[in-house]
Nanobody
Framework: QVQLVESGGGLVQAGGSLRLSCAAS????????MGWFRQAPGKEREFVAG????????DYANSEKGRFTISRDNAKKTVYLQMNSLKPEDTAVYYC?????????????????WGQGTQVTVSS
């Protein structure tokens, strides 16, 4: 059974940082592109960042460019999201997801496996 388990969420003040981790039980983790999404109350789930199978290609939503960094460690079967200069509007549940695509696609429909999410709350 495939499991993606996120951790690292919490409460942080505006301007602070958090590092999210997602540990995967995928047998061939390096065969999957990975992505981070988030969903705020009353809003649709949105793409945050994606990373290719090898980690050599990354993609970010416009609002996250320069503040967030996605990375992965295939040996540890883990993907990370480093979030800096956090803003109250970053408050959401953050999900990691795995896609059989080579790159980290922006569409949620392209992802086969999802974690349960971790809450990030940024206070002003």
């Amino acid at each position: 059974q495939v499991q993606l388990v996120e951790s690292g969420g919490g409460l942080v003040q505006a301007g602070g940082s958090l590092r999210l981790s997602c540990a995967a039980s995928l047998r061939t983790f390096s065969s999957y592109a990975m992505g981070w999404f988030r969903q705020a109350p009353g809003k649709e789930r949105e793409f945050v960042a994606g990373i290719s199978r090898s980690g050599g290609v990354t993609d970010y939503a416009n609002s996250e460019k320069g503040r967030f960094t996605i990375s992965r460690d295939n040996a540890k079967k883990t993907v990370y999201l480093q979030m800096n200069s956090l803003k109250p509007e970053d408050t959401a549940v953050y999900y990691c997801a795995a896609s059989s695509s080579a790159l980290g696609p922006r569409g949620a429909y392209a992802y086969s496996y999802w974690g349960q999410g971790t809450q990030v709350t940024v206070s002003s």
